[in-house]
């Protein structure tokens, strides 16, 4: 499981990407593209960046341009079906709070008709 940061920094690659499977971006590119109300720093992406290479969302490269360090990425898989991914997850949450409450109701009424057939 990616931790929020991690999230923000994948999300960032992703959109970077733009629909192919790689691209060369810097960490100035990465935090541009980053919600501007979290503090992000260049060391932080690069952390977050190892540590989904590490997680095999893609596969980087560090390379330096005028001074830059500059990152090579090329998506795999997970890296590719990472949105997808998160909207399941997401669909998974809302389900089981939507069980979650119909059987909270189910019970509240089920308990509403023992009390009428007990009291009645």
């Known amino acids: 499981m990616l931790s929020k940061y991690e999230s923000d920094v994948m999300n960032a690659v992703y959109s970077l990407c733009d629909g ?5 971006v810097s960490a100035a590119e990465i935090i541009s593209v980053l919600p501007k109300n979290k503090k992000f720093s260049a060391s932080g992406v690069d952390e977050a960046l190892g540590n989904l290479h590490s997680d095999g969302y893609f596969d980087l490269i560090s390379s330096s341009r005028a001074g830059e360090k500059m990152y090579v990425i090329t998506l795999k898989e997970s890296g590719l079906n990472f949105r997808r991914a998160k909207k399941q997850r997401t669909r998974d949450v809302i389900y089981k709070i939507a069980l979650a409450f119909i059987g909270a ?3 509240f009424i089920f308990g509403l008709i023992l009390k009428a057939i007990a009291g009645g």
């Open 20 to 24: 192919t499977d790689g691209c060369l």
């Open 105 to 107: 109701l189910a019970t």
